[in-house]
């Protein structure tokens, strides 16, 4: 693989393969999280709703600052904000799994999130800039496929790592993969032509767009813990209404907005960005859910829970290609429409889990789970880009990617508050339809109570002991019941992405290389 000389264009499918390099990384590190989440819990005192603080640590920098990057983008160069962010992210990722406290853990899992935010949209639009028109579904196909490969050995990789070494083993073993990506897309990739049309950076639109997202988040995640008319809460959600207002008055009113207002009247990129949001609403939220229902309701190991989530992956590896074809051939609304279906058809079919479940009936629906996420990531993507200008590709893909991200988190921060919510709910009303005089209590306790005795425990200790195992199956069967519930929920804004996609807008082909053609005439005019 030789660099490419200035004036020449590498070939399309290095630039494929070497940016893909850190969207593999960025997928392992995630995937491998939720795992581990459980073994971070322990060593750092974390709680059930205090522990999602992990993901969106991660998600609120990441999405809130993608507009800033891919702004940065097109007017500084995609290859060296790119190179930066991969830089940024390994070093971050490496002093995760160094970290002393839980204080650090976040702290380095924001700036882990501000590197990932430089170059994960700055790549998608590489990638972009390197296929023709009527290639770039596939290629879109191609590189989320790659990417989800990334995921892939999350579980795999990440589950082993966790049960047999140390979690921080998960975020130390990336430097070197990272190491050899940085060194491709120095010497390889060549720099994106740049975009001197505006040269300020709307610094405090983006300072705004953090503050409202942030405050956001946290009313959601903290608000029925602190109670939502507490003054905290109140503060905040001052903060976020003053914060947007501020940002969507600025970027208005400016000649260089972070965000380009008028991007908002495209009607196809409006769709896609609100099928994105609620998809990875749904997604997050599920994923966040699945990987403890394993652990913690059917007492997977973490290698165990890791290798169950492959046959999601591998379902969505192997047809995202399937999906970029399909939006090159029919447009994205349908593959689109049909992959948020069968997504949210899935999600509703896990409310029936129980702690007997067995496994074949987690894979069968992780199977489809995986392709309503291939029919519908790469035709989104597609669909939100093909109408944009070249010149607005990068600052469209970090508002496409931030309405993507800002809805996985607050999916997340909804789904984990809501578990402890109606875990304590379920627990209460089988607290109460459970009265210890009656004679079926009676005859569970007396049952508890002969198996402890036989096991060699005196009968007035095996009676204790009976009672509290009585109290964990409550616990436990609240605790299903409760997932039950926000799998319904993540189902229900599933089911709403399918309304939102009835907006996009298949663009025909005639269009779309005419299009093409008037903006490549503007290149070479420039």
Do not use: C
Not at 217 to 229: D, P, Q, S, T
Not at 358 to 381: D, E, H, V
């Amino acid at each position: 693989m030789k660099a490419a000389t200035v004036g020449e264009q590498p070939n399309k499918y290095y630039v494929l393969f070497i940016v893909s390099l850190g969207t593999v990384l960025s997928g392992y590190v995630s995937s491998s999280l939720d795992i581990a989440l459980s073994n971070i819990m322990n060593t750092f005192g974390f709680t059930m709703d205090t522990v999602t603080w992990v993901l969106l640590s991660y998600m609120i920098p990441y999405g809130a600052t993608l507009p800033i990057m891919g702004k940065l983008g097109d007017q500084f160069g995609r290859k060296k904000m790119y190179v930066s962010g991969l830089v940024m992210f390994t070093i971050a990722t490496m002093m995760v799994g160094l970290s002393w406290s839980s204080v650090t853990v976040i702290i380095f899992r924001i700036l882990q999130g501000i590197g990932a935010a430089m170059f994960f949209p700055n790549a998608m639009t590489l990638v972009a800039d390197a296929f023709p028109p009527n290639e770039r579904g596939q290629a879109m196909g191609m590189w989320g496929a790659l990417a989800a490969s990334g995921a892939a050995l999350g579980p795999t990789i990440g589950g082993y790592i966790v049960e047999y070494l140390n979690w921080r083993m998960l975020f130390n073993s990336i430097v070197p993969i990272a190491a050899i990506g940085i060194v491709l897309a120095i010497t390889v990739l060549q720099e994106s032509e740049l975009n001197h049309t505006s040269a300020k950076i709307d610094y405090f639109g983006g300072l705004m767009l953090v503050s409202s997202l942030s405050s956001l988040i946290i009313i959601l995640n903290r608000g029925a813990k602190e109670g939502w008319m507490s003054l905290y809460i109140v503060s905040l959600f001052i903060i976020m209404i003053f914060s947007m207002v501020a940002f969507l008055y600025v970027e208005s009113r400016i000649k260089d907005p972070l965000v380009d207002i008028s991007l908002f009247k495209n009607s196809t990129f409006v769709a896609a960005n609100i099928v994105g949001f609620l998809t990875f609403m749904a997604l997050m939220g599920g994923l966040f859910l699945i990987p403890f229902f394993l652990r913690n309701i059917l007492g997977y190991t973490p290698i165990h829970a890791g290798l169950s989530l492959i046959p999601l992956i591998a379902s969505m590896i192997l047809l995202a290609p399937l999906g970029g074809k399909l939006a090159d051939k029919a447009g994205g609304k349908t593959p689109t429409m049909l992959g948020m279906l069968i997504l949210s058809i899935t999600l509703y079919s896990f409310h029936t889990m129980t702690a007997d479940t067995s496994y074949p009936f987690i894979a069968i629906r992780l199977i489809f789970m995986g392709i309503g996420l291939a029919l519908t990531m790469s035709p989104l993507s597609n669909a939100a880009m093909a109408t944009l200008p070249k010149e607005k590709l990068g600052v469209g893909a970090g508002v496409f990617n931030l309405f993507k991200n800002v809805g996985g988190s607050v999916g997340i921060a909804i789904l984990g508050t809501l578990l402890d919510q109606r875990q304590i709910f379920h627990a209460q009303v089988l607290s109460n339809y459970i009265d210890i005089s009656s004679s079926m209590a009676q005859q569970a306790i007396a049952g508890i109570q002969a198996g402890l005795i036989q096991s060699g425990m005196q009968s007035s200790q095996a009676y204790t002991a009976a009672l509290i195992v009585l109290q964990g199956m409550v616990t436990k069967q609240a605790a299903v019941m409760a997932y039950s519930d926000l799998f319904k929920i993540a189902a229900l804004l599933a089911s709403l992405g399918v309304i939102a996609a009835i907006m996009i807008r298949n663009i025909p082909k005639d269009d779309e290389r005419k299009s093409s053609a008037i903006r490549e005439e503007k290149d070479l005019v420039a």
